[in-house]
């Protein structure tokens, strides 16, 4: 793959994105998100082929107004996918605050991240694509265990991670390892919070000075897009990875913790106040991809169980290593996932929730919209 920096995004190469970023308002401009790509969408071809499965929408997609919210939206894709020998998914996914705007354009630059060169994509503005692609990932979550085929639709929600998110540093430098870690997990040493990227795990090294350092990050999804009364049958998050430093593999951990409206160092959990927070999903880093979405697994009913159509959901990352309080050594057990709203919800943070109306019946409109 080509090296080269990142092209200029710009009001002539990425008007769409240029504009967008001139909204200082989220929710106007997540509106004007829905609707810019929802239009692009509706004029551009309504099926498309990618790895041998055949996509369609079946009618046009739409813009829906949350009945909670008049000023949130959500980009509507009744969608039918057909693998050649049977439909695989027929259901209707509503993407709520819209689905991106840029794509990788084939290309990739350099990075220099803790001593660390890695290779970060290079995007170009494409809604289109960029919408069919999050679509592709949408059913490859869904259809996870087989079949997904819905008569009555409207039963898949994807929701991105809010714009406050972040991560905390907690490092200490000294002469001994042991002590330096126990001061690092403990957040008594050198303490930042960050906005980018979300890094979560440790790391160590030795010599005259040993360093210590760990990593946690915090992730937000407003779930306020979804009816208050449906029955949530399944939720899956999944973060996009920005740089692989996991030499010692380890298990990622996403945590209940509500760590309010804005993120400051006294958000920073200690082994033990982490071992008191419900756990979510894991992550084994032994499947990480710095260039895709990696997908969490459920732990049990929690993450079902912490789903509040009426509340934002607020999450902690970690390592199960940290919640154990087990020193790195010298050993790089941390790596980097996309912070939301980086790349224009290209790579954000990501909640697919599957949910069906508790007792109410489904009655086709007298438009025949949707089927």
């Not at 609707?35 to 929408?57: D, F, H, I």
């Not at 390892?177 to 126990?182: M, R």
């Not at 920073?268 to 991809?289: E, I, K």
């Not at 169980?305 to 009426?310: H, S, V």
Request: with cysteine; net charge negative.
């Amino acid at each position: 793959m080509k090296i080269r920096p990142q092209p200029s995004l710009d009001f002539r190469t990425a008007p769409l994105a240029f504009a967008l970023r001139g909204i200082t308002d989220a929710k106007e401009r997540r509106r004007k998100r829905v609707q810019a790509v929802t239009l692009a969408m509706a004029q551009a071809p309504q099926t498309w082929e990618r790895n041998g499965w055949l996509y369609s929408l079946d009618v046009r997609p739409r813009v829906m107004l949350s009945p909670k919210d008049q000023l949130r939206e959500a980009a509507v894709y009744d969608l039918t996918v057909n693998d050649g020998t049977q439909t695989i998914f027929h259901d209707r996914i509503q993407a709520w605050d819209g689905t991106p705007v840029l794509v990788p354009d084939g290309t990739q630059h350099e990075e220099t991240i803790d001593g660390e060169t890695v290779l970060r994509d290079n995007f170009r503005e494409d809604p289109v694509e960029a919408a069919r692609s999050d679509l592709e990932h949408t059913v490859k979550v869904v259809t996870k265990n087989g079949p997904w085929v819905k008569d009555k639709p409207g039963t898949v929600s994807t929701f991105y991670g809010t714009e406050d998110d972040g991560n905390i540093d907690s490092n200490q430098l000294g002469g001994s390892g042991a002590a330096n870690y126990a001061a690092a997990a403990a957040g008594s040493g050198t303490i930042t919070a960050g906005a980018t990227p979300l890094w979560v795990g440790q790391v160590g090294f030795g010599g005259a000075n040993q360093y210590r350092g760990v990593y946690e990050s915090f992730t937000a999804f407003d779930l306020s897009g979804l009816p208050d009364d449906d029955n949530i049958t399944d939720a899956v998050l999944s973060l996009y990875g920005v740089s692989d430093l996991y030499t010692v593999d380890v298990s990622l951990e996403a945590r209940s913790y509500d760590w309010g409206v804005s993120l400051t160092t006294a958000d920073w959990r200690t082994p033990a106040q982490l071992s008191g927070l419900t756990r979510l999903a894991t992550f084994d880093t032994t499947g990480f991809s710095a260039s895709g979405y990696n997908d969490f697994t459920a732990d049990g009913s929690n993450l079902l169980n912490a789903i509040d159509p009426t509340a934002t959901l607020r999450m902690i990352l970690c390592s199960a290593e940290t919640v154990a309080a087990s020193d790195p050594g010298v050993a790089d057990e941390y790596g980097a996932f996309r912070a939301a709203d980086e790349a224009g919800t290209t790579q954000d943070p990501k909640l697919v929730v599957t949910h069906a109306p508790a007792s109410k019946a489904f009655r086709k409109t007298l438009l025949g919209v949707g089927f």
